[in-house]
């Protein structure tokens, strides 16, 4: 009798750590419906906008509103794009990114906290020359729902500032008045849409 019910307290756990497990919603970036740019200030007096071309992400989440959600982010930057060649190759180089030594800028989440209806706060990683520091992002849950091939999709809008220079983009130029050439501070502007998976 001892050996049956031990049996059954086991099985009963499997059963709840296989349902633990299933409930885990795997979501993976729809890169042709998203977008990750950046703004930084030219001359203290303008904004210079830019993009990355190539990135990947993904997210799981066991709660339908993402409340538990964890994201992995990943952004190429030897793609990089300003619409100017000679900037974004300066910008590849070892005054700002080294894209060789460093290809790659990542972010890992810690948690994803809702503050108030579809606002939420996105805290995790990222990582840009080996550095890395703890960031939050202001988010926007867009909402999920179905595309006209039945496929389910999720839309957020993510936003955060950092300091360009606690990462080693350390180039800097000042003006005839004293001002920088271009700003510290990095606004990231990160436009989401995921796909769940199937």
Do not use: C
């Amino acid at each position: 009798m001892k050996n049956v019910t031990k049996y059954m307290i086991a099985m009963m756990i499997g059963m709840m750590i296989i349902g633990k497990a299933e409930a885990q919603t795997k979501w993976n970036l729809d890169n042709s419906h998203s977008n990750v740019k950046f703004t930084v200030t030219h001359l203290v007096i303008s904004e210079v906008d830019g993009a990355f071309k190539t990135f990947n992400g993904s997210m799981t989440a066991s709660k339908p509103d993402f409340s538990d959600a964890q994201i992995d982010f990943s952004v190429d930057i030897a793609s990089i794009n300003t619409d100017n060649e000679q900037r974004d190759s300066h910008l590849k180089g070892d005054d700002f990114f080294n894209a060789e030594k460093f290809p790659k800028m990542t972010f890992k989440s810690v948690s994803m906290k809702k503050i108030s209806g579809n606002k939420y706060e996105l805290t995790g990683d990222l990582t840009i020359r080996n550095v890395t520091k703890r960031v939050k992002f202001a988010v926007t849950y867009g909402g999920t729902t179905k595309d006209p091939w039945g496929n389910t999709k999720a839309g957020f809008k993510a936003t955060s500032t950092v300091n360009r220079l606690e990462y080693g983009l350390k180039w800097n130029t000042l003006t005839e008045a004293g001002g920088a050439v271009v700003g510290a501070d990095v606004t990231i502007n990160i436009n989401a849409e995921f796909n769940q998976a199937k």
